[in-house]
């Protein structure tokens, strides 16, 4: 597996003093893996599941709860070699964090290469 939980907790850490908001990375099955709201780590994330067995670019959430352990937010795939393997959530009015969302998306993947090699 390319995404595990220190690996998940080494990218939060190292992003988590960029952005006001508070950030999660799921794994392939939905399964918070880190936070930086400590009380959602191992927790399923619904919006995640959905996205990965969808293959959706994006979800948007409106509300709070609208899906099974969801905020309102922004929650993008993580890509890596063709295949989605995690999920990458910013908690926030979707207006205000999708325009950090594509970053962060792009810096997530871009240290699981880094992992990777």
């Known amino acids: 597996m390319l995404l ?9 850490r190292r992003i988590k003093d960029v952005i006001d908001f508070d950030l999660n990375i799921m794994d392939n099955t939905g399964l918070i893996l880190a936070s930086t709201d400590t009380k959602r780590i191992n927790t399923f994330h619904e919006g995640a599941h959905i996205i ?36 990458i959530g910013i908690t926030g009015q979707p207006a205000e964090t999708i325009k950090y969302g594509r970053i962060l998306q792009k810096m997530t993947e871009m240290l699981i290469r880094e992992y990777f090699e």
């Open 4 to 12: 595990n939980q220190p690996t998940a907790t080494e990218i939060i």
């Open 52 to 87: 990965i067995e969808n293959g959706l670019d994006e979800l948007i959430v409106e509300d709070d709860n609208a899906y099974e352990g969801c905020k309102k937010g922004v929650n993008l795939p993580i890509n890596f070699a063709t295949q989605i393997i995690g999920v």
